[in-house]
């Protein structure tokens, strides 16, 4: 399994990312998976999930009505669009199905 997430940069407070995370080896359809952020010197925080068993969509109360989780099954292919960014949603953001998890891409917003 290889999660490879990318679309990352750095943005001023209230634009947009779209970030995407691309599967090999691995069918989204199939798991539970997460977008989980690491801000520095914190844990990891819970960000969203799709669940196969009723497939539901949540997220974290930080981020509900913001960021939209959707996933493209013909590109294997997982994305998290992130409106109105905070400076407190600067962190590293994970594609997981915390059996495995992508190398993360940086998201930094500041003015």
């Known amino acids: 399994v290889q999660l490879v997430e990318s679309g990352g940069g750095m943005v001023q407070p209230g634009e947009s990312l779209r970030l995407s995370c691309a599967a090999s080896?691995?069918?989204?359809?199939?798991?539970?998976i997460y977008w989980v952020r690491q801000a520095p010197g914190k844990g990891p925080e819970w960000v969203s999930s799709f669940e196969t068993d009723g497939g539901t969509t949540n997220y974290a109360d930080s981020v509900k009505g913001r960021f939209t989780m959707s996933r493209d099954n013909a590109k294997n292919t997982l994305y998290l669009h992130m409106n109105n960014l905070k400076p407190e949603d600067t962190a590293l953001y994970y594609c997981t199905t915390y059996l495995d998890w992508g190398q993360g891409t940086q998201v930094t917003v500041s003015s």
């Open positions: 080896n691995f069918t989204f359809s199939t798991y539970d």
